[in-house]
């Protein structure tokens, strides 16, 4: 009897301590990769991915300011499931309307959606509708940084040299949306820089560099900075983000983050435009469906 007990035991004792050990089932895939580690402490550092599973969308008062001066305000609700999918709120309370986003496909879409749709017609020769319709496109991205790394909406892509030849950088991550075309990505997630010798915390991601090729910014790489993190709700998330062109000059090829490399002295030159994101509110499926209507199978 006791041989039958202690064997018992030592069969209980291996699967704890395997269950320990491996990833849990719920884990997503991406974290099996080499990248999974930087990924994991991303995903903690910016309140967990548990806590981000909670939420379908978020809530907030958006404001962008162009490099000319140029301002735009407007409440938004986005989706944090689909990158494709923004609406804007009525400020009397009324039905919100969904904004069809230049080059948002969705992901086996039949056809791209058009260019500047976003915007009445009599305004589409206006640099600002574009300006307008690219900030709110970048956001429904940057909103899914890191997260998104989880989601079938994006894909990692891999580290490549000008020649095309794979060379991986230690700790950096590039990904894409999946949707086509591709106005703006890919996104490269600098490798983490070393501590302050201060102690001073790190923010989770001090910039994410990307490249663009919608017609408002085309053939540029830009480098987006965040900072204003604030904890809302379980996530830390961004506040305000600086957007700056990283060559002083427009690319003569399309554009990629990781093809490129930073001339040794860059022109200085204010942002080509800032965001400030307030009255951030997160919510649950529940509370998505309430506001915007259900979402369809196969709707986007």
């Known amino acids: 009897m006791r041989s039958a007990a202690t064997s018992g035991l030592s069969l209980v004792l291996a699967a704890w301590a395997a269950s320990c050990a491996a990833p849990s089932r719920s884990d997503p895939v991406i974290l099996s990769t080499h990248l999974g580690p930087r990924i994991r402490d991303l995903w903690e550092r910016c309140g967990g991915y548990e806590t ?14 162009f490099e000319d001066g140029a301002l735009h305000r407007e409440r938004l609700a986005a989706s944090l499931s689909d990158p494709t999918r923004v609406w804007r709120l009525a400020p009397d309370g009324g039905a919100p309307s969904e904004i069809v986003l230049a080059g948002a496909e969705a992901v086996g879409g039949p056809a791209p959606r058009p260019v500047a749709a976003s915007v009445p017609i009599e305004d589409r020769a206006s640099c600002d509708a574009l300006r307008i319709d690219f900030a709110r496109l970048s956001l429904c991205h940057l909103l899914q940084i890191p997260f998104g790394l989880a989601s079938p909406f994006w894909r990692l892509r891999s580290t490549t040299s000008p020649g095309g030849i794979e060379s991986p950088v230690a700790g950096e991550i590039q990904l894409e949306p999946r949707s086509r075309p591709l106005l703006i990505g890919p996104y490269l997630l600098p490798a983490e820089r070393a501590a302050r010798a201060t102690g001073e915390a790190r923010p989770p991601i001090e910039s994410i560099i990307y490249a663009s090729c919608h017609p408002a910014f085309p053939e540029r790489v830009i480098e987006v900075k965040l900072g204003g993190y604030r904890s809302i709700q379980g996530l830390v998330v961004p506040t305000r983000m600086e957007h700056h062109q990283r060559y002083p ?23 080509l435009f800032s965001e400030r994101l307030e009255g951030m509110r997160f919510l649950s499926r529940d509370e998505l469906d309430r506001l915007t209507g259900p979402e369809e199978a196969g709707e986007h």
């Open 52 to 65: 981000w599973l909670r939420y379908a969308g978020v809530v907030l008062d958006y404001e962008v300011e």
């Open 249 to 271: 000059a427009a690319l003569r090829e399309p554009p990629d983050p990781l093809a490129w490399e930073e001339p040794a002295e860059p022109l200085p030159r204010p942002p």
